[in-house]
């Protein structure tokens, strides 16, 4: 289990896929706060790169296997080295690695 200090859970929901590990959605924060077009990068797994082969098979399934309902996720407390809200999401992270349509990456 990530170290809870660095984590908080928060109802999430995708609006947009941009890639096969990043997305943008809105963050509940409650009483009626959200965040809105936040971009997350799930952490955990790579994939290719727009000009890469594989870069489409792998954002179709990255999308399918997104929740179309808001969801609880553990974020980051910290973003990533592009500006990218940290999420993990690890049946996910598994299943893209386990189809071949990543990599494993940091964690």
């Not at 409650?30 to 489409?56: A, I, K, N, Q």
Request: charged letters at 30%; glycine letters at 10%; proline letters at 7%.
């Amino acid at each position: 289990m990530p170290d809870k200090a660095r984590y908080i859970q928060r109802p999430v929901r995708c609006t947009r896929v941009v890639d096969g590990d990043t997305f943008v959605g809105d963050i509940n924060l409650g009483l009626g706060v959200h965040l809105r077009d936040v971009y997350f990068r799930v952490l955990g797994f790579d994939t290719p790169e727009r000009s890469d082969p594989g870069f489409y098979a792998a954002k179709a399934r990255f999308e399918e296997l997104l929740p179309t309902e808001p969801w609880v996720a553990l974020l980051g407390s910290k973003k990533g080295k592009y500006g990218r809200v940290l999420i993990r999401l690890p049946h996910i992270c598994e299943t893209m690695i386990a189809e071949g349509h990543a990599k494993r990456y940091g964690t």
